[in-house]
Nanobody
Framework: QVLLVESGGGLVQAGGSLKLSCAAS????????MGWFRQAPGKEREFVAR????????SYADSVQGRFTSSRDGAKNTVYLQMNSLKPEDTAVYYC????????????WGQGTQVTVSS
């Protein structure tokens, strides 16, 4: 079992930055595909970013490409989402998720952290 705990959310003005953390415990996630998702009020959860076991393997939603960067620290068993140039439409609850080998689905989810971007 893997426990994921997100942190780093908060209130920021448009154009500002936040860095989210997702700390894993229970098992090492070094071989896991890690994803970031978000859900805004009244909307479905949507994909934000993904980082593979190789830190160079990342992908992003078009809406955040060039503004958000995902990274991971194996020693800390933690993944990060650096969010720059934030926009009000980035306001949502952000979740991290873990997809273990053989990478069939995201099996573990965090509880989420609120990000609010004011205009």
């Amino acid at each position: 079992q893997v426990l994921l705990v997100e942190s780093g959310g908060g209130l920021v003005q448009a154009g500002g930055s936040l860095k989210l953390s997702c700390a894993a415990s229970g098992r090492t996630i070094s071989s896991y595909l890690m994803g970031w998702f978000r859900q805004a009020p009244g909307k479905e959860r949507e994909f934000v970013a993904r980082i593979g076991w190789s830190a160079g393997s990342t992908s992003y939603a078009d809406s955040v490409q060039g503004r958000f960067t995902s990274s991971r620290d194996g020693a800390k068993n933690t993944v990060y989402l650096q969010m720059n140039s934030l926009k009000p439409e980035d306001t949502a609850v952000y979740y991290c998720a873990a997809d273990p080998p053989p990478y069939q689905e995201y099996e573990y989810w965090g509880q989420g952290t609120q990000v609010t971007v004011s205009s």
